[in-house]
T-cell receptor, first 114, second 112 residues
Framework: AQSVTQPDIHITVSEGASLELRCNYS??????LFWYVQSPGQGLQLLLK??????LVQGIKGFEAEFKRSQSSFNLRKPSVHWSDAAEYFC????????????FGGGTRVLVKP | SQTIHQWPATLVQPVGSPLSLECTVE??????LYWYRQAAGRGLQLLFY??????ISSEVPQNLSASRPQDRQFILSSKKLLLSDSGFYLC???????????FGQGTRLTVV
């Protein structure tokens, strides 16, 4: 069964500083990987996804993520954080078998200091 | 384009009362449908998923149930709510054969 670990529960970053959110997954085959963002009281919005090919993927809102098979990681990065990036971020791994289910990590809450 | 509707947005229910949350998808056919729950300060837990009408798979044993009476309609139900059923419920859909999921705006359920 697949699993996802997000080691950081909270991260505080200053506006304009860079941001990196960690994600480690466990899956027996080539994974489908996703990052979602959730604003308070809202649903989840897809930031980016990795299926195959180039291991550095670009997403919306200036985010990017890098797939590293050797480290079983899919870390999310943004070079310069804006106050509007304060939210909770979820990494997820998908499996095409058994209903194409997504398994989510526990999430990382990002606080942005002015 | 595809859209997903989930209602109600907020619900306060007494312990022991029934529950019915509805989710519909527009602009696609034969979607995979999902119900997730997000407890306070925790990640998302998959409750049910469906790959077709009448086909429901349960991930976690509990007093909730799901039904898919129509291709693009997914309903989450309970006969008697427990305090532990409180949380944020999210419906999602995905295209057949793909794992990417698109989420509704969620329902905040408080059981009192």
């Amino acid at each position: 069964a697949q699993s996802v670990t997000q080691p950081d529960i909270h991260i505080t970053v200053s506006e304009g500083a860079s941001l990196e959110l960690r994600c480690n997954y466990s899956y027996g085959a080539t994974p489908y990987l996703f990052w979602y963002v959730q604003s308070p009281g809202q649903g989840l919005q897809l930031l980016l996804k990795y299926f195959s090919g180039d291991t550095l993927v670009q997403g919306i809102k200036g985010f990017e993520a890098e797939f590293k098979r050797s480290q079983s990681s899919f870390n999310l990065r943004k070079p310069s954080v804006h106050w509007s990036d304060a939210a909770e971020y979820f990494c997820a791994v998908g499996a095409t078998a058994a209903g194409n289910k997504l398994t989510f990590g526990g999430g990382t809450r990002v606080l942005v200091k002015p | 384009s595809q859209t997903i509707h989930q209602w109600p947005a907020t619900l306060v229910q007494p312990v022991g009362s029934p529950l019915s949350l509805e989710c519909t998808v527009e602009g696609t056919s034969n979607p995979n449908l999902y119900w997730y729950r997000q407890a306070a300060g925790r990640g998302l837990q998959l409750l049910f998923y469906s790959v077709g009408i009448g086909q429901i798979s349960s991930e976690v044993p509990q007093n909730l149930s799901a039904s898919r009476p129509q291709d693009r309609q997914f309903i989450l139900s309970s006969k008697k709510l427990l305090l532990s059923d409180s949380g944020f419920y999210l419906c999602a859909w995905g295209r057949e054969g793909f794992t990417e999921a698109f989420f509704g705006q969620g329902t905040r359920l408080t059981v009192v």
